[in-house]
């Protein structure tokens, strides 16, 4: 096969720095940005974080082809601001805002936050294929989620 091994997809290879900044030279006050080792996940959510900025005039990312992990995220800010401001406060906000949202569900019996594991498994049956997705928190609670039914079970510990 000629695809990648899959460590490939997480490991930046040593002397690859993990962000690397390019100013553009045609337009004021835009940078791309270079981001190694991720996907859409990153680039969307600070994609719709760079929107919340007000010097920010656009902000956008690609992925230049699947097999690439890389993403290339392109901000153009006001002449308040500059991209590399941009990028580093939404960075800063990001970090904020999961903090708080963990802090907010700690403690919460019957909220599960996400932060032990979290398993994908396709599994075949006689059907075809289904999605079984479970999360754990600690060995206290599972959230399970197959064929879209969610069902959560508390474990003794």
């Known amino acids: 096969m000629n695809a990648p091994d899959r460590y490939e997809r ?57 097999l690439k992990y890389k993403i290339i995220v392109r901000i153009h800010t006001t ?15 990001l970090d904020k805002e999961l ?11 019957y909220i599960l936050l996400v932060v032990c594991q979290l398993i994908l498994a396709f599994v075949s049956d006689f059907n075809g294929i289904w999605l079984s997705l479970q999360i754990i928190q600690g060995s206290t609670k599972w959230l399970t989620c197959s064929y879209g039914v969610l069902e959560i079970e508390s474990q003794g510990v």
Do not use: C, W
């Not at 930046?12 to 553009?24: A, H, L, N």
């Not at 900025?53 to 082809?65: I, Q, S, T």
């Not at 308040?80 to 960075?91: E, F, G, L, T, V």
């Not at 903090?99 to 019996?109: S, T």
């Open 99 to 109: 903090d708080h949202l963990k802090n907010a569900f700690e403690g919460h019996d």
């Open 10 to 66: 997480f490991v930046v290879p040593e002397g690859t720095k993990k962000v690397s900044y390019e100013r553009d030279t045609k337009i004021i006050n835009a940078a791309s940005f270079t981001v190694e080792r991720e996907d859409h996940t990153i680039g969307n959510i600070l994609r719709m974080q760079l929107h919340r900025d007000d010097n920010v005039l656009f902000a956008g990312y690609k992925l230049p082809h699947p």
């Open 79 to 93: 002449s308040q601001s500059s991209p590399m401001q941009a990028y580093n406060q939404a960075i800063n906000d």
